[in-house]
């Protein structure tokens, strides 16, 4: 696959939908170049031999089993979780229908 | 094995809540959300707050090894959690923190097995593997989820520890898939890491397929009761396509609990749409042999030992063992009850077995309720089963009791009230058989030509004395009237 194909309409297209992001035809030829680039960039790092190189999974490694013990806290009140909320009704969050019509 | 299901593929996702913790998965809120006023256990974590971080439930670690103990699976020693992402109300964060086995993670371990018997033949049950992950948020909708006009969300829930259990498309049948969740359940039971009588401990996603077309993954089945019908229901649903010459499609479909079908849903999900990527808050976890052999030696004594164990310490059928065991609380209470009696041996075993499973669990099925939340005690049927035995009540008797005895009246103090003792004096006896033969003519001619009437006298003298009439006595002293008096009548022909 060319660098080309990899950020056809199509891509940008299927891109923005996972990520929710509504662009205009014009952000859309802006953003397949950017993306083109930078994955071009990155694309050096194929340059380098790294069959004998465990992959990184975790930023610090060497860090693992960080645990708490299973001892209920005070959780936030009612009003401090709505608190930021622009829509709620009853003591529930308010979200947007699920299915469209 | 009915012809009728032999090509077709099941193959279940089991989700189960551990509604034994005390908190949450990542953070220390509550557990405990059912009934609580909505966003009451929710903190930043579990709310997806920026800058929130998580930290893993050290007892959720413990409980996940309880369960891949149990079910036999190879823990894997080391592994990560991942970001399944997908923008939904129900996840705040816009990502699900989960285990994945591809891409370099594992999932907590693989393998195992679920043993189960239908129609008394053995079948072992592959598992993929099992994993953890959080619980979304429940949303409420006003009305149905197709015309209502928002979601409201409440984060109570989101952020619970489940336990994703995968298995192998191994099951033929929609009875398998039964049998299947009753010995999970079960095992459930036994490592006490989950209550699955609470509502909504469980959801369970099926793929199902008739060989050599496309499958479909029916979601959102909330208890194992509506399973076996979902199964039922999609199966049909896939060969009546068939039989119509229409080819099946792969897709998921959403399980309609009230008007019981599965309902296609049009979307189409890939697993490369979820972006699956290891979670950066979260640093990996290894589990050494240690850990693992100090949860082995918790662990107590499951279902398929503890069968084996009452064959041979009770003398009870491979029958009677197995169903004996599948609830733990019942099992125990057994073992208490037996135990406590020395006077106790095989026979009695049998009974108290007997009475367990029959009248005890028919009066728990009736109730919709389990034994714990009873006040029966397993030392009054020990006391109950003594009576019938030292001949004081009738085995009949005894049965109209269960209400009472369920209520822990007792048992002594039932049968002076219900004064219901057993009535074996043979002259009162002879009176009750003497007034019966009597009052019924009719069934004493009937008597001549069909010794079946018989029973019917006796049930007359039951009815006249509330069944305390000792059953055996009363059976000789009846056939000895009656034939006196068939004697006589014959003789005055």
């Avoid at chain 1, 992001?21 to 952000?27: A, G, I, Q, S, V």
């Avoid at chain 2, 999970?184 to 469980?202: A, F, H, M, N, R």
């Avoid at chain 2, 019966?436 to 004493?444: M, Q, R, S, T, Y």
């Amino acid at each position: 696959m060319s660098d080309k194909e990899e950020f056809s309409k199509e891509t940008i297209d299927y891109l923005s939908k996972l990520a929710l992001l509504d662009l205009t035809e014009e952000e859309k030829v802006k953003l397949s170049k950017q993306l083109r680039d930078i994955i071009s960039y990155f694309k050096k790092l194929n340059d380098l031999d790294t069959s004998n190189v465990k992959p990184t999974t975790h930023a610090i490694e060497g860090l693992k089993n960080v645990f708490r013990e299973d001892i209920p806290w005070k959780s936030l009140s009612n009003e401090d979780a709505l608190k930021n909320a622009e829509h709620k009704k009853d003591g529930y969050f308010k979200a947007p229908r699920i299915l469209k019509e | 094995m009915s012809s009728k299901y032999e090509d077709v593929i099941i193959g279940l996702e089991v989700h189960i809540q551990l509604t034994n913790l005390k908190t949450k998965l990542f953070c220390s809120c509550n557990n405990d959300y059912r009934g609580k006023e909505p966003n009451t256990h929710v903190c930043p974590i579990c709310l997806g707050l920026p800058g929130s971080l998580p930290v893993v439930n050290k007892n959720a670690v413990e409980f996940a090894t309880r369960l891949a103990l149990a079910l036999g699976c190879d823990i894997n020693k080391s592994f990560w959690f991942f970001r399944k992402n997908y923008f939904y109300p129900d996840m705040a964060k816009n990502f699900q923190i989960s285990q994945y086995n591809k891409a370099g993670g594992r999932a907590f371990a693989d393998g195992g097995k679920i043993t189960i018997k239908l129609n008394s033949k053995k079948k072992e049950l592959q598992l993929n593997r099992i994993h953890l992950e959080e619980d979304p948020a429940r949303l409420v909708h006003k009305g149905s989820i197709a015309t209502s006009p928002y979601a409201l969300v409440d984060y109570n829930r989101s952020g619970v520890t489940l336990i994703e259990i995968v298995s192998d498309p191994v099951m033929n049948s929609p009875e398998e898939a039964r049998e299947y969740l009753k010995q999970l359940k079960s095992i459930v039971q036994y490592t006490e890491i989950s209550d699955l009588d609470l509502d909504g401990s469980c959801r369970v996603d099926a793929n199902i397929s008739i060989k050599g077309h496309a499958r479909s993954e029916v979601k959102n089945i909330n208890s194992f009761k509506e399973v076996e019908r979902a199964l039922k229901w999609e199966i049909q649903r896939q060969k009546n396509l068939l039989k119509r010459g229409k080819e099946l499609i792969q897709e998921t479909r959403h399980w309609d609990d009230k008007r019981r079908v599965t309902i296609g849903l049009r979307t189409k999900e890939f697993e490369k749409d979820y972006r699956y990527f290891p979670e950066q808050d979260l640093v990996p976890i290894e589990i050494t042999k240690d850990f693992i052999d100090q949860v082995k030696k918790k662990l107590p004594e499951m279902p398929n030992a503890r069968a084996k164990r009452f064959q041979k310490d009770y003398q009870l059928s491979e029958f009677d063992s197995e169903i004996l065991v599948l609830d733990k609380d019942i099992a125990d209470f057994y073992e208490n009850g037996v135990k406590s009696e020395k006077s106790f041996g095989p026979d009695e075993y049998k009974q108290y077995c007997n009475w367990l499973m029959g009248d005890i669990s028919r009066w728990l099925n009736d109730n919709n309720n389990v034994i714990k939340e009873t006040k029966l005690t397993p030392k009054q049927l020990v006391d109950l089963i003594k009576l019938i035995n030292e001949g004081k009540i009738t085995g009949k008797i005894a049965k109209t009791f269960v209400n009472e005895m369920m209520k822990g009246t007792p048992i002594l103090e039932i049968v002076k009230k219900s004064g219901k003792s057993r009535i074996a004096d043979k002259d009162k006896i002879i009176k009750v058989v003497k007034e019966v033969l009597e009052e019924n003519p009719d069934i004493v001619n009937d008597y001549q030509k069909n010794p079946k009437a018989l029973e019917a006298l006796i049930g007359k003298c039951m009815k006249k004395t509330d069944g305390r009439l000792d059953p055996e006595i009363t059976k000789r002293l009846m056939q000895k009237h009656i034939t006196e008096i068939s004697a006589k009548n014959s003789s005055e022909d």
